[in-house]
């Protein structure tokens, strides 16, 4: 089976690389195809032991590969999607091109895999913030009916990519250098993830409302987001208050989710154990604490949730679609 890794000189494109070694996924390193822009092109990256020379994307159609991993940004999966799936590639994109397109499946592996076919042949990845918090409501959902979400998020500077991370590394020490940002974020929260569309959210913040309706089949879930930048590199954090309609015992809820696949529960308030992003980098689990009842109003629950934005909600929800299509042969 061909992979081609589209976008493989990026930061998640480099995580991919990561974690489709750490998987297994590609047997032989013969079949697996590196592809970015035209300035990287011929550019080398080891992988498994052996060096590859980038690709560009016409090269990459040519080949015809079975699975095209995409991180290359929104106007090149809008042009180069449909071009690898007319030579039979399935395309499983990480960018927010086709994550609302009602003919495209949005997919977490553990919520909704069981929707894909053979004919999908282009899948989209959601955001990195809604993979997370779905991951944690998708079985309370199932028990309890959500009603209503309000989430905050604090989200890491790796979601804005490797400038973000020039910036803080450069305030860090004290050198004045080209911004990611309109403000400096060393020091700082910035309450803007992504730009204002016409309503007075940001992008960011409307794939939380949107992306969870599709992904959990249920257009009646209020949500409301506020997403917040802060100077942190490990993952995102994000609070969850949640409305059920339905009553439910907090112990319960905490079994539920100790019982789900993909989830790691940290609560445990006496050792002061809570998740954190330190704790989350590098690995592929979200992780849910602090979890205790509104007191405010009926039937409502807080919890903390975290994960690595380039894991979870990126590289390895995109490779964990892969591997369900390879393993039931819908490719």
Known sequence: MKIAVVGATGMVGEVMLQVLAERNFVSNADDLILVASERSVGKEISFNGKTFAVVG???????QPDIALFSAGGETSLEWAPKFAAVGTTVI???????????????VPEINASELTK??????????????????????HKKYNIKRIIVSTYQSITG?????????ENEYAGIDGEMAYKYPIHRNAIPQ???????GYTKEEM????????????????VTATAVRVPIVGGHSEALNVEFTNDFDVNEVRTILQETDGIVVQDNL?????????YAEGKNEVFVGRIRRDESQPNTINMWVVADNLRKGAATNTIQIAEYLRSHNLV
Not at 121 to 140: G, H
Not at 160 to 168: F, I, M, R, Y
Not at 270 to 278: I, N, S, T, V
């Open 207 to 222: 794939k939380l409302v949107r992306e969870t309706k599709k992904i959990l089949s249920d257009n009646t879930i209020a």
């Open 160 to 168: 804005t990519g490797v400038k973000a991370v020039q910036q803080l």
């Open 193 to 199: 993830c992504d730009s204002f569309e016409e309503n």
């Open 119 to 140: 004919e999908d042949k282009i899948i989209a990845n959601p955001n990195c913030s809604t993979i997370q918090m779905v991951l944690a409501l998708a079985p309370l």
């Open 270 to 278: 006496q050792e002061f154990e809570y998740p954190m992003p330190m």
């Open 93 to 107: 994109d990480n960018s927010s091109a086709w994550r609302m397109d009602p003919t495209k499946k949005l997919i």
């Open 57 to 63: 994307l016409a090269t990459a159609v040519a080949m």
